[in-house]
T-cell receptor, first 114, second 109 residues
Framework: KAGVTQTPRYLIKTRGQQVTLSCSPI?????VSWYQQTPGQGLQFLFE???????NKGNFPGRFSGRQFSNSRSEMNVSTLELGDSALYLC?????????????FGPGTRLTVL | KNEVEQSPQNLTAQEGEFITINCSYS?????LHWLQQHPGGGIVSLFM???GKKKHGRLIATINIQEKHSSLHITASHPRDSAVYIC???????????FGTGTSLTVIP
């Protein structure tokens, strides 16, 4: 089975721009979660989608949004980029939203905001 | 507030040493995962625990639900074990994962 894929792998943007990141889960997985990882804050949960519905949301401003398509692929969008949004953005897929399910992580998208 | 505390933050060991990484959490959980992250960013899930103990090769993970504490042990450590290890309790209320700050392990040959 192919693993979780994320595109693009690297991205450079300037403040005020917006960005869209994509995540393709493992075939058959219906849950996709997004995480932000920075050196200062570590891994932080952004949101989780299951069957095209947002099931959980972390403590991030409304500039961070996402969606999931009928094929379980997911996108996340960050509008009005700030310098502090520079981070590694990881998505993970799992079969369901049960916390006991193994999460399979993608390689991440490294976003740099200048 | 920190829902998850991991220790130590950094650890250097000689090849062959027995290693222990600790994780304490304050949230109620349905499961706890241990993750491994190698340089370059890739994260792999090592264990899922809801009770007791699990063993995969040289890795052993334990959890004490009453004390809200989990440990990851590596026996006969090897340089390829060098990575960041992250504790991730899955909350049974908000149904999200919380994450420890990670333990950076370096195993010297």
């Amino acid at each position: 089975k192919a693993g979780v894929t994320q595109t693009p792998r690297y991205l450079i943007k300037t403040r005020g721009q917006q960005v869209t990141l994509s995540c393709s889960p493992i075939s058959g997985h219906r849950s996709v979660s997004w995480y932000q990882q920075t050196p200062g804050q570590g891994l932080q949960f952004l949101f989780e989608y299951f069957s095209e519905t947002q099931r959980n949301k972390g403590n991030f401003p409304g500039r961070f949004s996402g969606r999931q398509f009928s094929n379980s692929r997911s996108e996340m969008n960050v509008s009005t980029l700030e310098l502090g949004d520079s981070a590694l953005y990881l998505c993970a897929s799992s079969l369901t939203t049960r916390r006991a399910d193994t999460q399979y992580f993608g390689p991440g998208t490294r976003l740099t905001v200048l | 507030k920190n829902e998850v505390e991991q220790s130590p933050q950094n650890l250097t060991a000689q090849e062959g040493e027995f290693i222990t990484i600790n994780c304490s959490y304050s949230v109620g959980i349905s499961a706890l995962h241990w993750l491994q992250q190698h340089p370059g960013g890739g994260i792999v899930s090592l264990f899922m625990l809801s009770s007791g103990k699990k063993k995969h090769g040289r890795l052993i993970a334990t959890i004490n639900i009453q004390e809200k504490h989990s440990s990851l042990h590596i026996t006969a450590s090897h340089p390829r074990d060098s990575a960041v290890y992250i504790c991730a309790p899955g909350s049974n209320t908000g149904n999200q994962f919380y994450f420890g700050t990670g333990t950076s392990l370096t195993v010297i040959p």
